[in-house]
């Protein structure tokens, strides 16, 4: 729990929003999570500085968030305080093919504006869901790119502060990883680095991605996109749904019957559920493939 000096730092010091006691079930795409004891949305840079130096001085745990698509949050919640920057830090500009996107800007409105600009190199992001922090973050990817293919460097604030500018080599970008993941830094913004394109090719391409996602995934329930890391040589759906568990629920939590490869929140789903389904799908694929299923959802909260 917060301490009475954490709440009245957050209430007198923070200019963006802070809600307490928040479900975090209003700020994932699943739908699914306990309380925390604060959550805030900053307004700009300076509140993040603020939230970090309120965090260190009064010894309260902070855990730092996009816009929860790609999250699942345990039932009993989190303890500290959430900053959430998938509401906040929402500027961009452009210099020729280098754009600069502040970390809340979702995937999908850079998506837009590179291709309206006319240029190509992020077509593949155009269905992802999240922010461009996150999607940084995992070296978020899909159908022909990776965010890896884009980035150029990126701008993190430390827990002390500090604002640093990482290369795309200091990113060590591998499948679904970045270094961003061992480091406790925060994601400011991002600069891509993108080629000039013709724009009807551009759209028509974004077009095409959309509509496959839409044809073969899960898109009108809750979920937190795909479920497991993709396993070199195999499809997690094929084999998921060969093991005869499209359908399959445990509580409120469902294979799709869309995309065996997503688990979707059907009917008020915990992620005591989601969480005793996924267990359940690695022991049926470990016993019938020998291959070991890696989530590539991020649990957080209370255990």
Known sequence: MLTQETVSRLKSEIAGQVRFDESMSLHTSFHIGGPADALVVPADREDVRKVLRIAW?????????????????????????????GNAL??????????????????????????????????FAVGIPGSLGGAVYMNAGAYDGEMKDAVVSVQV????????????DDLHFAYRHSALQDSDVIVLEAE?????GDKAAIQAKMDDFSQRRISK????????GSTFKRPEGRFVGQMVEESGLKGFRIGGAE??????????????ATASDVLQLIEYIQKKILENYNVQLIPEVLVLGEV
């Open 90 to 123: 929402k500027h961009w500009e452009q210099n020729d093919g280098r754009f600069v996107f502040g970390s809340g800007v979702s995937l999908a409105q850079c998506c837009r504006i590179i291709g309206d600009a006319g240029y190509t190199g992020m077509e």
């Open 217 to 224: 995934q899960p898109l009108d329930v809750p979920s937190a």
């Open 255 to 268: 294979v799709s019957v869309k995309h065996a490869g997503f688990i979707v929140n059907v009917d008020h």
């Open 57 to 85: 001085e009064e010894k309260t745990p902070l855990t730092v968030v996009g816009n929860g698509s790609n999250l699942l949050v345990r039932d009993k919640g989190i303890r500290g305080i959430v900053l959430k920057l």
């Open 192 to 196: 891509l680095m993108v080629k000039p």
């Open 157 to 168: 604030m430390t827990r002390s502060g500090e604002v640093k500018t990482l290369s795309r």
